[in-house]
């Protein structure tokens, strides 16, 4: 939103700068302008000092050639420590192997897969302590998200209760650094995060990827509470921050308690960008802390 009181101060200085004492429509226009390329070139406190157009594209943009975040050069050696990846590769070597991979009436990955997918992911603290039995596809966030990862993608597709590859994922097969990106790629743009969880917000988990990487590496070598990111985040982006009321007037559900879930202890975790210390807790809490991972580093670049 330009702020009328501040350009109307620019247009006199620059007008009298230029001895332009009766400017035209398109000396208006002009200045209005740089005015406005001014702005996105000034670094924000909010922003945690990226300008607007940086932030811009780290929203709309990501990866985008103008975007300060980019992947990296890495190697297949580097793929194999993203736990969503081995799920999603042993997928794709079921499914090569049996030629299509016959799923149960509910529409499911047979049983007998599920143990062995779920060994090769992010161990789930309800899981590994007994609190929840790992049997079904459902049972498992991360299964169910590589298989929605490689419907993104466009390597799988159903059909007639079945899963097969397309063109598009047998030629993934040999190219494990094209799954990574693939993978990252696909959820960061198409997952619905909301889908997993009963929080009202519709957008948390959905947008402002870009930005919540480049806070990871910033701050990522220090132990941080998942809030000091979400406080970050929501100063950054406030109108993803807009609570829920109740009829009586009572907040019922954090946004930041939303980001935290949702991009931190779910998305970002089994894809191996952080690492979890509960301080001995089973679940989560405010004594966990968070710090990122030699993977993402590995897997990213950040020009500032």
């Not at 943009?61 to 999603?88: K, S, W």
């Not at 990111?229 to 829920?244: C, M, V």
């Not at 980001?259 to 089994?270: G, Q, S």
């Amino acid at each position: 939103m330009i702020e009328i009181g501040l350009l109307q101060r620019y247009f006199n200085e620059r007008l009298t700068e230029l001895g332009i004492s009766n400017p035209t429509t398109e000396d208006l226009n002009r200045l209005t302008e740089e005015w406005i390329m001014m702005q996105n070139g000034q670094s924000e406190i909010d922003f945690d000092g990226l300008t607007p157009q940086e932030m811009d594209d780290l929203i709309y943009n990501l990866f985008g050639d103008t975007c300060i975040v980019q992947f990296a050069d890495f190697n297949e050696e580097v793929c194999q420590a993203m736990p969503l990846f081995r799920q999603v590769k042993m997928i794709l070597n079921i499914i090569e192997n049996e030629e299509s991979l016959k799923l149960t009436k509910t529409g499911n990955i047979p049983v007998k897969y599920i143990k062995e997918l779920y060994s090769l992911g992010a161990p789930c603290p309800h899981i590994e302590t007994g609190f929840m039995p790992i049997r079904i596809e459902s049972d498992s966030y991360s299964i169910q998200v590589a298989r929605i990862a490689l419907h993104s993608m466009g390597a799988i597709k159903t059909r007639h209760n079945a899963l097969s590859l397309t063109k598009a994922g047998k030629k993934l097969l040999n190219d494990d650094c094209a799954i990574v990106k693939g993978i990252v790629t696909a959820l960061f743009s198409k997952l619905n995060s909301a889908y997993f969880d009963g929080y009202p917000y519709e957008l948390i988990g959905n947008v402002g990827h870009g930005f919540t990487l480049l806070l990871l590496h910033r701050y990522g070598n220090n132990e941080e509470h998942a809030r000091f990111y979400g406080k970050k985040f929501f100063n950054a982006l406030p109108s993803l921050r807009e609570e829920e009321l109740s009829e009586s007037g009572i907040v019922y559900s954090s946004p930041i308690d939303c980001f935290e879930l949702r991009v931190l202890y779910k998305l970002y975790y089994n894809l191996g960008f952080i690492s979890i210390d509960r301080k001995g807790e089973k679940n989560y809490g405010l004594s966990t802390t968070i710090m990122k991972t030699d993977l993402l580093d590995a897997l990213f670049k950040f020009t500032k």
